[in-house]
């Protein structure tokens, strides 16, 4: 009676692109908080929402990871169940990622999240911030399902970075470990999630 869900990719640009795109992003006219949310996106290679809420007290400096707590993550069903799982997720921090945090400290000072919203300084960013900057330098995006081009997005960036990754030669189950692609149908995809931080680290 009901047609089967359709899941559809959000628009991505191919890793070469990746120096026009970060060359227009610099140029852009947009604050330089938003283009340190797109920046810190793409490095952690999270979901936009993530980005956004990210804490100043998610983050260990010292140890140089980000835990996002299982609140904020998305879940995945158990389809021999239906409670939705959560868990934390991991996240190394490369010298990249340090850097766009030290940027954002001045900006930021005392207020809970990394990324404040300008008019509303308590909360964080809206993650549609994000996309509104991406539309405007003007990318069209390839498509994985029908082949027709669509606006980039800053969660089509994720499959940005996976594919740079894969395209390194680093093992799938490190991306997807990266990714936070939880496999909840399986006893390992619950307890591995947390694993292959050192080979994400390198990655």
Known sequence: SFRKHRHTNRPWIKPEELPVFLDKLDKASCSLSVKCLILWGLHTMVRP????????????LEKRVWVIPDERMKGRKNPHSRKEKRVPHEVPLSDHAIEILKTMKPISQHRVYVFPSR?????????????????????????????????????????????????????????????????????????????????????
């Open 119 to 203: 008019s509303s300084p308590r909360s964080h960013m809206n993650s549609s911030t994000a996309n509104v900057t991406i539309r405007r330098l003007g990318f069209e995006g390839y498509s994985g399902d029908d082949g027709e081009p669509g606006k980039l997005t800053a969660h089509g960036l994720r499959s940005t970075a996976s594919t740079a990754c894969n395209e390194a030669q680093f093992a799938p189950h490190v991306v997807e470990a990266a990714l936070a692609h939880l496999d909840i149908s399986s006893i390992k995809g619950t307890y591995d999630h947390a694993s292959h931080l050192e080979q994400r680290r390198k990655m």
């Open 49 to 60: 929402a993530e980005a956004a809420g990210t804490k100043w007290d998610e983050i260990d």
